[in-house]
């Protein structure tokens, strides 16, 4: 059964290093390895604000819905399921499956790290396995965080303003951040 304890309720008072063993330590059951035959749906959906909803009513339990996410899954077509052993039931999402609504940042230039609290509770660092992208969708950038097997996070507002705050104070050419030795340029794709 996966891992549903609490998540840290800010990363304020952590360390990266705090934070990267509290990522480290999150498990997860092996979704990616489970193939069961299709059920239908799950007549749940994940809204653009992160909020996810079961017949049309919010799922009120942070608990849940942390249970919900540990067993969510990209399909190659770029659907959304959720994967148990014995069951493949789609959810419908709005832009993103995850929300990151928190950034704790270490180091300058190339030596920072970007660390994000997602809406679920989990803690992604950003760098080679977790990028950043920008994508410009006609109402200005859509910052997002890769979090893991095609899932993504859309970049809360106000943390994009924070990226954008130091990328702009470290005046780099082109305009980025960098994040455990990898650049994301600020750029839309």
């Known amino acids: 059964m996966p891992e549903t304890s609490p998540p840290p309720e800010d990363l304020t008072g952590l360390s990266l290093a705090e934070i990267a063993r509290l990522a480290a330590e999150r498990k997860l ?19 653009r604000d992160g ?8 799922i009120g339990r942070e608990a849940m819905v942390r249970l919900f996410a540990s067993i ?25 499956a995850f929300l990151a609504v928190e950034l ?13 609290r997602l809406n679920t509770g989990d803690i992604v660092v950003a760098g080679e396995g977790h990028p ?12 997002y965080l ?5 899932l993504e996070a ?8 924070e990226l954008a705050a130091i990328a702009i104070e470290e005046a780099g050419e082109p305009l980025g951040l960098w994040s455990n030795g990898r650049f994301f340029p600020l750029e839309s794709e």
């Not at 859309?154 to 303003?161: D, F, G």
Request: aromatic share 8%; proline share 10%.
């Open 146 to 150: 890769a979090v893991r097997g095609g």
């Open 104 to 116: 704790k940042t270490e180091g300058t230039g190339r030596d920072r790290s970007l660390a994000f």
């Open 29 to 47: 059951p092996p979704v990616e390895k489970w193939n069961p035959a299709h059920c239908g749906h799950s007549d749940m959906r994940i809204a």
């Open 72 to 96: 969510l899954r990209r399909e190659p077509d770029g659907r959304h399921v959720l994967v148990t052993p014995v069951e493949k039931l789609d959810i419908d999402v709005e832009d993103a």
């Open 132 to 143: 950043l992208r920008f994508e410009d969708k006609g109402d200005g950038p859509h910052p």
């Open 51 to 58: 909020t996810w909803f079961h017949q049309g009513s919010p």
């Open 154 to 161: 859309l970049v809360a507002r106000p943390v994009y303003y």
